[in-house]
């Protein structure tokens, strides 16, 4: 069985960095693509960044290009994002996700194409 667990969520001020980690169990990571979604207070779940499988290609939101950076340790089964110049409209919990869907990098967009999913870490911006 296939399972994400998330780590690194917190508390930031406005302009701080947080590094979020997502680790993979059950199963060797290299064959997922991987994504980072979240869900703000009063939101719909939205994509934040994408990462192919094997890590030659990534994904963004416009919301967080620039700022996000998502890479992967296939070795060590771990996704991570870097999070600089954090906004308070970047208040939300985060979710990892796994799939096994081969397809467009853009196309991880998708929520509904993944097949795995954490239960997610909270971080929250002040400001």
């Known amino acids: 069985q296939v399972q994400l667990v998330e780590s690194g969520g917190g508390l930031v001020q406005a302009g701080g960095s947080l590094r979020l980690s997502c680790v993979l169990s059950?199963?060797?990571?290299?064959?997922?693509?991987m994504g980072w979604f979240r869900q703000g207070p009063g939101k719909e779940r939205e994509f934040v960044a994408g990462?192919?499988?094997?890590?030659?290609?990534?994904y963004y939101a416009d919301a967080v290009k620039g700022r996000f950076t998502i890479s992967r340790d296939n070795a060590k089964n771990t996704v991570a994002l870097q999070m600089d110049s954090l906004k308070p409209e970047d208040t939300a919990v985060y979710y990892c996700a796994a799939t096994l869907w081969r397809t467009a990098i853009g196309n991880l967009k998708i929520p509904d194409k993944y097949n795995y999913w954490g239960q997610g870490t909270q971080v929250t911006v002040s400001s």
């Open positions: 990462i192919s499988w094997r890590g030659g290609d990534t």
């Open positions: 059950g199963r060797t990571c290299r064959y997922y693509a």
